[in-house]
């Protein structure tokens, strides 16, 4: 493929669980975007797709919930994006890239990087658009920190300014007065909180057909997945975000991604494997 995809994508080794790079083939395709400069609790997000590929490695590809290996899932694995340190240019650059592959037929699985990157995906799928973002923290600020409006902390702020239509957030528990009340006058967005975890299914139903799903690890606890950048108490187990996964994947999402992991403060790379095991879920989604 040639256009943005060849001038913006590195190729790195090794790939996710071995897939390879040609996509001719592929229903999916794995980006890594190493960026993690709109962080504002600890970097090193901008790690974590080599680390995740790295772990890929050893870990077993079979899910027996779904009855399926991974590694024979149609995807490819396209390599990264060439890193920038501007929040501006790194959400043009993926949305570029993802509009490329999206024209073509691909369904672009993303590894952050910090949460930003999902803005540049739901930019390069232009519209008509539901997102579900599993996240500890709503990331519904105006501005954060003051003065900036493109970081890991605004993204659904500007998300819901003109590229998702409505928006459901599952298991917030970190949530500013300031986002709770600009919530309720945007009236679009709907959270499910940990401890309710029972009404996702009512409000799937709502959505519309084309919806973007992005996972933020540190919706997880930190008993589970430690090496988040802004750990947060209270949060689910990883069986439950599984389960809560393959209840959205049924609705055969246009785009996925999994952000937010800091191998710098992992530890023995838990965090970096249930990345890897959550992304083989997501491949088996698109199958």
């Avoid at 590229?163 to 709770?180: C, D, I, Q, T, Y």
Wanted: proline content about 6%.
């Amino acid at each position: 493929m040639e256009g943005y995809v060849d001038f913006l994508i590195e190729p790195r080794l090794p790939s996710f669980i071995g897939l390879p790079r040609d996509l001719r083939s592929a229903k999916a395709a794995i980006i890594g975007v190493p960026y993690d400069s709109s962080s504002t609790c600890r970097p090193g997000s901008r790690y974590a797709p080599r680390r995740v590929r790295e772990v890929s490695q050893d870990m077993e590809t079979y899910d027996p919930v779904l009855g399926a290996d991974a590694s024979e899932a149609p995807a490819a694995d396209l390599g990264d994006l060439r890193e920038t340190l501007s929040p501006s240019s790194v959400v043009s650059s993926v949305a570029r890239v993802v509009q490329e592959l999206s024209a073509a037929g691909k369904v672009v699985l993303l590894i952050g990087g910090d949460h930003l990157v999902t803005l540049g995906a739901l930019s390069g799928l232009r519209g008509g658009l539901s997102l579900v973002v599993f996240d500890a923290h709503l990331d519904f600020r105006d501005e954060f920190p003051q003065g900036e409006k493109l970081s890991h902390a605004t993204v659904l702020r500007r998300a819901r300014e003109g590229l998702v239509e409505e928006a459901v957030v599952v298991g917030a528990r970190a949530l500013s007065k300031e986002e709770v009340d600009a919530l309720r006058r945007d009236g679009r967005v709907r959270v499910v909180y940990p401890w309710s975890l029972g009404n996702l299914r009512d409000e799937l139903s709502t959505l519309s057909e084309r919806v973007y799903v992005s996972v933020d690890v540190d919706v997880l606890d930190p008993s589970v997945a430690p090496g988040v950048g802004c750990p947060e108490p209270g949060g689910l187990t990883f069986n439950q975000l599984s389960e809560l996964l393959l209840e959205v994947f049924d609705r055969k999402p246009v785009g996925f991604d999994i952000v937010e992991v800091n191998p710098l403060v992992d530890v023995n790379d838990v965090t970096s494997r249930v990345a890897a095991k959550l992304l083989m879920k997501a491949l088996l989604a698109v199958r």
